[in-house]
């Protein structure tokens, strides 16, 4: 995280979210230039945690913390895009994705998200 308490992949990642499965909620169509733009600030980024996990568990070093809890909500929904493979082609990235992603707590909190998308759903 930089001193503004935002992670850098929440920044990548809002943007995505909100052109890929946000706008076309709304019937807005992407802004695929956004989307092109964002992936590849993503790709590099991504690039940076395999080198990081490459070395280390996770991503404050061998054990779990808020640095990898905070990309739950943001990664959750990427996941479920078509651009997901950019972090599945990634070994390392993917094998900590999986790993903080199947946490009892995290399952939970995915289902806690499912429940909110659908309330938003029923008032679209």
Not at 3 to 10: C, D, E, L, R, T
Not at 19 to 31: C, E, K, L, R, T
Not at 95 to 117: C, F, G, T, Y
């Amino acid at each position: 995280m930089d001193g503004s308490g935002v992670s850098p992949i929440q920044s990548s990642n809002q943007a995505l979210i909100r052109q890929m499965i946000v706008n076309p909620i709304y019937g807005i169509a992407p802004d695929e230039k956004i989307i092109e733009i964002e992936l590849q600030d993503l790709d590099k980024l991504l690039d940076v945690y395999e080198e990081r996990l490459s070395e280390y568990k996770y991503l404050g070093g061998d054990f779990y913390s808020m640095a990898d809890l905070h990309h739950i909500p943001y990664l959750v929904y990427f996941m479920r895009s078509s651009k997901s493979s950019i972090v599945i082609s990634r070994p390392c990235v993917n094998a900590w994705w999986n790993d903080i992603s199947s946490r009892p707590a995290s399952v939970k909190v995915v289902e806690l998200m499912k429940l909110k998308i659908l309330f938003s759903f029923d008032e679209i």
